[in-house]
C-alpha cells in the first residue's frame, strides 16, 4: 500500500518578535462630548476607556498591518524571505476579495508565502497564533508573521454613543518560530453560535451593533473557565502566570475576570493589561497591541509567562500561554 511520508516538525513554538501600529489622531473623551450626549466621567465609569487612536480616511487597514508586521519582523531578528506564512486576523476589511494577508504580504517582501486572513473578531489574534504555532510544529512553516489589524471606525456609527464610544484603529504583529520546548500553549478555544445576535453587522451597509450588558454578562461568567483550561492545557498552575493579557474589551470586564483568576490562584502580584484606557478596543488588534506596549512600557521582562484571552462577536473565545520574547 502506497503511504505518504509525514512531515516532522520541531517539538514546540515560541513568539520571536513583536510589532504594533496606531494611527496618529488621538480622540479623547471630551471630543466625543462634544458630538453626543457624553462625558469623561461616563465613558470611563462603563469601560474604562479615557482616549482611542482613529485611522484617517485614506489609511487603509492593509496600511497599518504592513507597519505592525514589518515591525515584528525587524524585531524577530529575521528577513522578509525568513517568513513562511502570513496570517492576518481581521473582522473589518472592506472588500471580501482580495484578501489582506496577500497585500500584506507582498509591500513586506514576503513572495511566495501562504497568506490567509482569519476572521474570529475579537478571538481572532488568539485563533491565528494557535494556527502559527500548528503550522510551525508541523513543519510546515519555518516562521509565521500573524497579524491583528482593524479599522473599526469604518463600521461604526458616529453618533451611536454604544459603540462610538468604544471602538477604535490600529495593528499588532507578532512572529511565530520554533523552539526546542514548547513556548505557545495549546488553545482553549470554542464558540456559541447561538449568541451571534449580541454583536453583529447586519450587511455592509449596516454598523456595528452590541447588546452591551448581554455581553457584559457574558463575559464575566464565561471567559474566566476559558483563561483557566488555557492554564491547565499548558501543564501550568495559575500562580504560574506572571501576565494576563486578555481582549481590551471593557476595563470592568476585564478588572472581573482577574478578580476570579485570583480567586483561583493567581498572584497578587499579577501584571494585567490595560491598554484600553488609552487605545480603546481594537478587537483582533488589542492583544498584541498590549503586548507590544507593555514591553515598551518596561512592565513585562522576556520569558514571563502570559495568558493571552480573546473573546468577542461570533460568539467566539479562544486563549493560550506563552513566553515573552
Not at 505518504?4 to 520571536?16: A, E, K, N
Not at 451593533?209 to 457574558?218: A, C, I, Y
Not at 501550568?236 to 471593557?250: K, T, Y
Request: glycine fraction near 10%.
Amino acid at each position: 500500500m502506497t503511504t505518504f511520508s509525514t512531515p516532522t516538525g520541531p517539538t514546540g513554538s515560541r513568539i520571536v518578535g513583536l510589532g504594533s501600529y496606531q494611527p496618529e489622531t488621538i480622540v479623547s473623551n471630551h471630543d466625543l462630548s462634544l458630538r453626543m450626549d457624553t462625558s469623561d466621567e461616563w465613558i470611563r465609569d462603563r469601560v474604562g476607556i479615557a482616549n482611542r487612536r482613529v485611522a484617517k480616511p485614506d489609511e487603509r487597514l492593509v496600511d497599518m498591518a504592513i507597519e505592525a508586521g514589518a515591525k515584528a519582523v525587524a524585531d524577530a531578528g529575521l528577513t522578509p524571505a525568513d517568513i513562511g506564512a502570513v496570517v492576518v486576523a481581521t473582522c473589518t476589511m472592506p472588500s471580501q476579495i482580495p484578501n489582506a494577508a496577500a497585500q500584506v504580504a507582498d509591500r513586506i517582501g514576503i513572495k511566495g508565502a501562504p497568506a490567509f486572513d482569519l476572521n474570529a473578531a475579537c478571538a481572532g489574534f488568539c485563533y491565528a497564533l494557535g494556527t502559527a504555532s500548528d503550522l510551525v510544529r508541523a513543519g510546515t512553516a519555518n516562521n509565521v508573521l500573524v497579524i491583528g489589524a482593524e479599522k473599526l471606525t469604518d463600521w461604526v456609527d458616529p453618533d451611536d454613543r454604544s459603540t462610538a464610544i468604544i471602538f477604535a484603529d490600529g495593528a499588532g504583529a507578532a512572529v511565530v518560530g520554533a523552539s526546542d520546548e514548547p513556548g505557545i500553549g495549546p488553545v482553549s478555544w470554542g464558540s456559541a453560535g447561538d449568541l451571534v445576535d449580541m454583536i453583529h453587522v447586519a450587511d455592509r451597509a449596516s454598523f456595528i451593533f452590541q447588546e452591551g450588558q448581554s455581553v457584559f454578562r457574558w463575559a464575566t461568567t464565561q471567559i474566566a473557565p476559558i483563561a483557566l483550561r488555557a492554564i491547565e492545557l499548558a501543564g501550568l498552575e495559575v500562580s504560574d502566570v506572571d501576565v494576563f493579557v486578555p481582549h481590551q474589551a471593557n476595563l470592568r470586564i476585564i478588572e472581573a475576570i482577574a478578580k476570579r483568576l485570583r480567586a483561583k490562584g493567581a498572584r497578587e502580584d499579577l501584571v494585567i493589561a490595560r491598554d484600553i484606557v488609552d487605545s480603546g478596543n481594537t478587537s483582533s488588534a488589542s492583544i498584541p497591541l498590549a503586548l507590544d506596549h507593555m514591553r515598551a512600557a518596561g512592565e513585562v521582562r522576556s520569558g514571563d509567562v502570559a495568558l493571552l484571552v480573546g473573546f468577542g462577536a461570533g460568539l467566539s473565545y479562544a486563549g493560550q500561554v506563552v513566553r515573552l520574547p
